[in-house]
């Protein structure tokens, strides 16, 4: 187990509606990146915070925004759901920007959207 | 658009056995891979990476690649029914942020 957490643990939201997920880092960790994974696919890139600020974006929507907290906590917002935005939501968080950082995944959240 | 392609398999190996699972990357300017093991249910968990041409061991574990051939393979020598699981490899970008994930192999090991 990592000491990265994610909340909730599933979710089921209507097309149209807004969601909330929540990650909280390993202490000592600066860096999130935020990842969606569809059934029996690999993770994608959603994007990176490092110190409160977006660091890299994949491609990803602009209804897809995220935050991070001084306690370098992160938030994924999405807006406007449509269904194929059900997967698994995994955070991850590591010591610096750079891959070579190695990045310790959370549980992930389950989101359905129907 | 980079790609990173993997055999979704399932590749099925008896105990004790090697296995081997493949790789292919379109960008021919990435320089670092990653191999994940992701349990049922479960998050991905790094394995190892490799930056360098050639071979890098650890433990059960060999890393291989070649940058000529875009080609990443990882070798997982005395299989074990544990071992059971899909396994992704992944590439970096330049500035080394984002990671390009396959879509992984379903490796199943019999006892």
């Known amino acids: 187990e990592t000491g990265v957490t994610q909340s909730p643990t599933h979710l089921i939201k209507t097309r149209g509606q807004q969601v909330t997920l929540r990650c909280s880092s390993q202490s000592g960790h600066n860096t999130v990146s935020w990842y969606q994974q569809a059934l029996g696919q690999g993770p994608q890139f959603i994007f990176q915070?490092?110190?409160?600020?977006?660091?890299g974006r994949g491609n990803f929507p602009p209804r897809f925004s995220g935050l991070q907290f001084p306690n370098y906590s992160s938030e994924l917002n999405v807006n406007a759901l449509e269904l194929d935005d059900s997967a698994l939501y995994l955070c991850?968080?590591?010591?610096?920007?750079?891959?070579?950082?190695?990045?310790?995944f959370g549980p992930g959240t389950r989101l359905t959207v129907t | 658009q980079k790609e990173v392609e993997q055999n979704s398999g399932p590749l099925s190996v008896p105990e004790g056995a090697i296995a081997s699972l493949n790789c292919t990357y379109s960008d021919r300017g990435s320089q670092s891979f990653f191999w994940y093991r992701q349990y049922s249910g479960k998050s991905p968990e790094l394995i190892m990476f490799i930056y360098s041409n050639g071979d890098k061991e650890d433990g059960r574990f060999t890393a291989q690649l070649n940058k000529a051939s875009q080609y990443v393979s990882l070798l997982i020598r005395d299989s074990q029914p544990s071992d059971s699981a899909t396994y992704l490899c992944?590439?970096?970008?330049?500035?080394?942020?984002?990671?390009?994930f396959g879509g992984g192999t379903r490796l199943m090991v019999k006892p």
């Open positions: 992944a590439d970096a970008n330049n500035a080394g942020n984002m990671l390009t």
């Open positions: 991850a968080s590591s010591s610096g920007t750079s891959a070579t950082y190695e990045q310790y």
């Open positions: 915070y490092y110190r409160e600020e977006e660091n």
